[in-house]
């Protein structure tokens, strides 16, 4: 799979970086001072290295654990987010990393004990209230678990720290990991959804639908609390009925009392990932109708209320008001 591994000097002793090294003997082993020689330069095709991404191992440095963005939250005032690994196994073409992103590659940071150290102190910072710290940030959680043992070093951290929320975003099937280990109340496994229709054509390589709520019964029979996210909301002419098709396929399969929360929000992007992603993509009928003049590229104001309203009222058949979280971004 890993034909090329950049290492960078400062990890290339570590165990992390070792033992991914010894997985894959035949790749080529190229050292860099900081990743961001590779990772950064100017000229790059997003579009051709998302086709054979390399792996970069470095090591994460300065702010690990930041603050998430205003309106970003599922019911708690203390919201933070990490980012152990930059890029995605999946191609949604909806994604806002290839326009954030000059690269495909892979960035994964080994150094998971600094991460732990840095939500450690966060957490000490706000001693009387729940923090939640949000992994899929930049990538998703889980899909590139079987390169970074993510699972196997941050669900046993999070057990320690019951104060500490994970919420670690998805939309992979590949759940053995989890099931491996004891659930905890604090972790939570958060998958995302749009459409059918919008799957098929717009999320290359993500597993069906299917598998995904199977893979969320199986955690559930395990005893994890599941989240449900739908965000970014897509347009299309039908999207109501496309939802509402949608909703009851996942309601059907699923039980509310293993849901710690549900939320969804709608297509938002700064404007220059937004051109730069346009550019990869030209001819993709998903970015036409957006209005593109504000810094931020959404949809018209009247239509992102109309969807947003026709969903919330939608999920408000399944759910509670309780657990559902409109992302106000
Ligand atoms: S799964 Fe998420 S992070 Fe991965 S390509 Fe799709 S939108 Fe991007």
Redesign the pocket.
């Known amino acids: 799979m890993l034909e090329t591994i950049y290492v960078e000097d400062a990890v290339a002793s570590h165990p992390r970086a070792q033992s991914i090294l010894a997985r894959f003997p035949k790749a080529a082993v190229i050292p860099v001072n900081r990743y961001g020689e590779v990772f950064n330069r100017n000229h790059q095709s997003f579009r051709l290295q998302k086709r054979k991404p390399s792996l970069i191992l470095a090591e994460k440095q300065g702010n690990r654990v930041l603050p998430a963005p205003e309106g970003y939250g599922i019911g708690s005032a203390q919201n933070f987010y990490f980012s152990h690994v930059l890029n ?5 073409r ?2 806002f ?1 290839q326009g954030m992103y000059r690269s495909a590659h892979y960035v994964w940071f080994v150094n998971y004990e600094d991460f732990q150290d840095a939500i450690a102190s966060t957490v000490s910072v706000h001693p009387d209230e729940d923090v939640y710290f949000f992994s ?1 940030y930049d ?2 959680s889980l ?1 590139l678990d079987s390169i970074t043992g993510f699972v196997d070093a941050f669900v046993p951290f999070f057990a320690e720290h019951p104060r500490a929320y994970l919420e670690l975003r998805t ?1 992979s099937a590949a759940i053995r990991p989890l099931l491996s280990h004891q659930p905890a109340a604090n972790v939570i496994v958060a998958f ?1 959804f749009t459409p059918v229709t919008f799957g098929k054509a717009l ?1 290359h390589g ?1 597993p069906p639908l299917e598998a995904r709520v199977g893979a969320m019964q199986q955690l559930a029979e395990r005893g994890y609390r599941l989240g449900l996210r739908f965000d970014p909301l897509l347009y299309t002419k039908d999207y109501q009925r496309q939802y509402r098709e949608l909703f009851e396929a996942i309601f059907s399969q699923l039980e509310v009392r293993n849901l710690h929360s549900v939320s969804f929000g709608p297509f938002r992007m700064p404007r220059d990932y937004f051109q730069r992603m346009h550019k990869l993509y030209p001819e993709e009928k998903l970015f036409a109708g957006l209005d593109e003049e504000s810094r931020m590229v959404s949809y018209p104001a009247e239509l992102e209320k109309a969807m947003r309203e026709s969903c919330e009222e939608e999920l408000k058949r399944f759910v509670p008001q309780s657990i559902l979280f409109p992302c106000r971004l």
Do not use: F
């Not at 995605?88 to 949604?92: E, F, I, T």
């Open positions: 995605c196994l999946y191609d949604c909806y994604c990393l899929g990538g998703d899909a939309k995302s999320e993500v």
